[in-house]
């Protein structure tokens, strides 16, 4: 049995030791929220947080994950009450299709937490995992930017 | 997504003597680290029905141990982990510019020094750095310890020279006696971040009086199945005084140490071009 | 006032939360998984089709051509595309056995054990070899001999482009299965009523046995208009086999080599000058390569055909274009569909124009660049809301172009220096909306909903796929109601709930279907006014209005149709009048450098102006225009299908290079809005005008970097440096 952290809860996933921690999150935990855009580890759709450092969840088996914390988009916030960041997005357009959002959210939170550089160079690097095709980044880079200005104050 | 997660055997050892073990008692099982390698094999239904020996809770192997002559890389540490480190980032300036490189942040956290070795891609950002640096690569097997230096453990195409049941413990990276004149690692890859290098180079020149270069080591990656020292060019350069015209023959040399191809991702002509350049805007202290 | 605003995207907290629904989020109780056997040559029969005895094949569901009730075929345009292969097979990967499972992971070793057997035919790649031509034009105006009589120069070029995928970041995923004698098709698409007209005929149902429901769309860029109608014939008909649910969700590597991409293009300018640079002539020859069945090529190479002269009046002018058939998987839309391709040659080729004469391009362009009042190739008079030179003009000036043309020739000639830099211009136009007749054969509807509960809802096929329809629709009717945009909630593209509205396409849902939207919600407002003598001015009211106006109905639909503006006239034989209603303008300027050592690019800045009549909402505009860019750009830059054998090789994103955040610049974008009189509130068209010219202004900018025009995409290192030998 693989007993784990999932956005504060403490989980436990009696599957196939394999299985992938995405696929666990989707389907055994219900949280859809992370997305799989190419099993190959490249766009990072898939990004949740391991012990607070961003990782390809397709790439990571469940036993691997065992006694640690993940988290995932939802820890973030809900439509009613969204995070800082996630306004941040919103006032920007951060966000065009949204399947890319949730990994990038999750890689920009990191950052910010970790207290990241907030110039533009240090955030396009910290968001280098994760692949856009709708924004052209800009406007994601200027929301991280706006937030952590935000928070900053 | 075709792996079949029901079909694995996992194997978790939790020490370094367990680990041998278990690999000796199943030798077909794959050893795993990171997993940023197998997984993608696995994504694509390559590895259903096998034993995975999962290497991630040995402990011993995740630590770097700073020695008197050298760094000690555990096998599990990570390439985030070599970036963070400041004796390293101090020492060895070259490995941590590699790992930098090496796809991006996820893959960063996750990809381990040992898994990279192992998985012996020909173009691993890394190796060009360890060779120069002439790191020893340790194996540990049901015979006992040995140390490799980097410039054996590549046999080939994600081929090493390990034996049967044999995994990696460690990475030693020795303080050179001297500290370089200059270091630089350069990689050429598909684009800004996230990519497969072309062609990956690192250098270190050691200059002595008179500007007479005493030593360089030079490698270069993705330009032979295995990463390649440059021993013409750098037999051609030792106790030589560097002007243009002693750098232009070294470069001549360059296509004895190193065996390019055509590929998916490049041509071999403009590997041997641009790696030329690379070389030679290195030895004219030209390359940041 | 709601448009002009940056009203908020309304699917945006529900995207950010992780909340939005995509087709492989939606939890669908006993659904099977899909995967398809596809053929493994480009170009043969089939001669055997073997199932291994030794797997359990009693778990699964296998679906051939024998199983389709009806036609063996995707609707479309023509009637060529077989939705299973039967008998032949003309392209890799082309779909021929459907298997489904409960277990995703046996459903793809099920597949492993199907052993087809071919005999091979020849195939033909090359494009330019080909004999099979699926469609050609003909555009004439003027007397092209007497043009190049009169020329003081006739410049010649020859340009290529690669095709490209997509890669939306959600692979196509569509799911099927029956209800209550409905067979519902839902899935991440751009048309649903696409999809619609090819399930009826290949289940030989009636629209009501049939019904589609978009799913949250994870990007789309024209590789789902089309094909979602294959991959739902495909999960429909397991679904049907197998009397359960069945979703089929694409690997990456199998959405990269199976489904659609741009048209690889050839373009040949042969083009007569004055001295001064005026345009006297200009012949053009377009060849683009279909790929194995006809698909949307006909219509891709109307617009690449249509935009081949580009944005400039020349009084004599032919343009000679053909699509032919290749065994390669089948070309299909993808942002721009046919304009980058031709705009790419005509752009560029000012270039080499600028060599022969001695006269810069931009002086070049400035000469000959459209007006108010100036005539297209195809004998159109632009009537109105012609922004080309105030893109032109804004672009020169934010980017400093003219300065930085000087300064980077110094940089260039020093030596020492370690990097080329070079600037460069494009400008073009993009026509809104369908083609010619196209829009009044679409007979596109969209409309909006009074509930009696007094909810009020935009009623419209349109697919929200990032873009930003759904807002763009609450806003544009907000103001023709007079009423705040939160009180419209805009319903989901489900084919049993909206009217047909004609695909989510050409740069026409805000212009065509948005101005369909005001005036249903027009006539919405004056029914409020011919009841109370005016629109209510709280929730309160109007639910009490509501209530009176539905009359005991549950609502009330206002619905309007399209119109053709009666201006335009248009000849589908001749190819000749009003191509499209109106056309958008832009202008880009792109700065880079490159590695003197290893020939890298880097672009250090975009400087964009775009004309789009009116931005109904700026951020969502400018966020279009910067993200279309970045596509032109990975497509001068980076992105190359490669292909072996008929089959893309480098079908991962690993290999198939998109721009990351380190890849792309800072953007500058300005918004120019000159009004076009049948767009609502002025708007024209937009999403596919950012992609028409970074490819050729980066082309430009490698010219003046390096002193070598490079007339084929993408310009990555390895051509550079051997354009330098």
Known sequence: MIKLTVNGKKKSFKGAPFKRLIDVLREDFALTGTKEGCGEGECGACTVLLDGEPVNSCLIPACQADGRKVETVESLGVPEKLSKLQEGFLACGGAQCGICTPGMLMTAHAHLRSKGKSDERSVREALSGNLCRCTGYQDIVKSVIKTAKGLKR | MRGDAKSMTVLSPRTAAEAVRTYAKVPSALPFAGGTDVMVGWNLGQLNGRAVLDLSRVAEWKKIRVVSDGVD?????????????????????????????????????????????????????????????????????????????????????????????????????????????????????????????KTVFAGLVWNGKGGVLEEARLAFGSMAP??????????????????????????????NDVSPIDDIRSTREYRLSVSRNILMAFLKGELK | MSVGKNEPRRDGPAKLTGRALYLDDVAIPGCWHGVTVRSSVPHGTIKSIAYDPAFPWDECVVVTAKDIPGKNLVALIEADQPLLADGVVRHREEAIVLIAHPDRATAYEAAKRVRIEYEPLPPVFDMEKSDTVFKSYLIERGDLDAGFAAADVVVQGEYRTPSQEQAYIENNAIAAYEEDGVLIVTGSLQCPYYVLKAMK???????DKIRVI????????????????????????LALKAGRPVKIVYERHEDMAATTKRHPSVVRHRTALTKEGKLLAQDIEVIMDGGAY????????????????????????????????????PNGAFRGFGAPQTLFAAELHWEKVADALGIDSLTLRRRNIFKVGSTTSTGQV??????????????????????????????????????????????????????????????????????????????????????????????VASDALGVPASWFSVETPDTHKVPDSGPTVASRTCMIVGGLVGRATKDLKRAFENEFGRVPKTTADLKKAAAVLCKGSPARRFEVQFEKPPEVTWDDKTYRGDAYGVYSYAAIAVDLE????????????????????????????????????????????LEEPLFKDGVMINSQLTNYVIPTSLDTPPFEVMLVEKPYSRGPFGAKGL???????????????????????????????????????
Not at chain 2, 130 to 157: H, K, M
Not at chain 3, 201 to 207: M, N, P, S, V
């Open chain 3, 687 to 725: 999403g596919e005008l950012p992609m028409d010219i970074p490819g050729p202004a980066v082309a430009a900018a490698v010219k003046h970097a390096t002193g070598r025009l490079i007339p084929t995409l993408p310009h990555t290192p390895e051509r550079i440096a051997q354009a330098m030998k």
């Open chain 3, 594 to 637: 490159i590695d003197r050592l290893t020939c890298e690019v880097r672009v250090r800045k975009v400087t964009t102006a775009q004309d789009i009549g009116k931005a109904i909402n700026p951020l969502l505009a400018e966020g279009q225009i910067i993200g279309g860019s970045t596509q032109g750009l990975g497509w001068a830059l």
């Open chain 3, 294 to 329: 006809a698909t949307l090529s006909g219509v891709v190479l109307s617009r690449g055909t249509l935009h081949a002269a580009g944005v400039y009046e020349c009084p004599n002018v032919r343009v000679r274009s053909k699509v032919v058939m290749t065994h390669t998987p």
């Open chain 3, 201 to 207: 005929q290949i289940f030989d149902r009636t629209e």
């Open chain 3, 214 to 237: 978009q799913t949250v769309t994870g990007g789309g860029f024209g590789g789902k208009e089309e094909y979602p109608s294959m991959l739902a014939g495909h999960a429909a008909l």
């Open chain 2, 73 to 197: 890389l555990g096998s599990l540490v990570t390439h985030a982990q070599i970036q963070a480190h400041p004796v390293l980032r101090k020492r060895f300036p070259l490995l941590v510019a590699a790992c930098a490189t090496v796809g991006a942040a996820q893959i960063q956290n996750r990809g381990t020094i040992g898994g990279n070795i192992a998985n012996a891609s020909p173009a691993g950002d890394t190796f060009p750095a360890l060779s120069v640096y002439e790191a020893t690569v340790r194996a540990v097997g049901p015979n006992g310890r040995r140390g490799v230096p980097v410039s054996d453990i590549f046999a080939g195409v994600k081929k090493t020279t390990l034996k049967p049941g044999e995994l990696i413990e460690a990475v030693f990276l020795p303080f050179p006696d001297r500290t370089p004149t200059r270091g630089v690692f350069r990689k050429v890859g598909t684009r800004a971040a996230q990519a497969i290098s």
């Open chain 3, 382 to 475: 632009l009537m109105e809301s012609v922004g080309a030179e105030e893109c032109l003009e804004k672009t020169v000036k934010a980017s400093g172009y003219a300065a930085k043309r000087k300064e980077y020739d110094r940089w260039n000639a020093d030596p020492k220096k370690p990097t080329w830099k070079g600037i460069g211009l494009a400008v073009c136009h993009h026509g809104a909306g369908f083609t010619g007749s196209g829009e009044v054969y679409l007979a596109s509807r969209a409309g909006v909903a009074l509930t009696a509960k007094g909810e009020l809802i935009v009623l419209a096929a349109s697919t929200e796929i990032g873009q930003g329809t759904n807002t763009m629709f609450a806003q």
């Open chain 2, 226 to 255: 295995t990463v390649r020292r440059l021993h013409a060019v750098e037999g051609y350069l030792r106790g030589r005084r560097l002007n243009d015209v002693s750098i232009s023959a070294a470069a001549e040399l360059l296509p």
